[in-house]
Nanobody
Framework: QVQLVESGGGLVQPGGSLRLTCVAS??????????MGWYRQGPGKERELVAV???????NYADSVKGRFTISRDNAKKTVDLQMNSLKPEDTAVYYC?????????WGQGTLVTVSS
């Protein structure tokens, strides 16, 4: 079965840091050729793109997280990480890992990040 599994979410205080990890698995899955992204959905909000790292390199970030979050990938391990620093209460959301290649779109189950004092 092809799947993405996120981990690393939890409760942190404002200004703190968390590192999210997404692990991909499945035989019918070419990890290195797909774009990997992190999305989030906060209370009462639509799901939004947080960061994406295409197969060919480079990165893109939402304006709200630029300078605070860093996305990275390891094609050998089939993992994607999101390092989150200087967290704010408005970062509170369920964070989802995403894989896109051609017409194939795969999502993880989500991991909850709560930023509160």
């Amino acid at each position: 079965q092809v799947q993405l599994v996120e981990s690393g979410g939890g409760l942190v205080q404002p200004g703190g840091s968390l590192r999210l990890t997404c692990v991909a698995s499945g035989s019918a899955f070419i990890f290195s050729l797909g774009a990997m992204g992190w999305y989030r959905q906060g209370p009462g909000k639509e799901r939004e793109l947080v960061a994406v790292i295409p197969s060919g390199g480079g990165t893109n970030y939402a304006d709200s997280v630029k300078g605070r979050f860093t996305i990275s990938r390891d094609n050998a391990k089939k993992t994607v990480d999101l390092q989150m620093n200087s967290l704010k209460p408005e970062d509170t959301a369920v964070y989802y890992c995403n894989y896109k290649r051609n017409n194939f779109d795969l999502w993880g189950q989500g991991t909850l990040v709560t930023v509160s004092s």
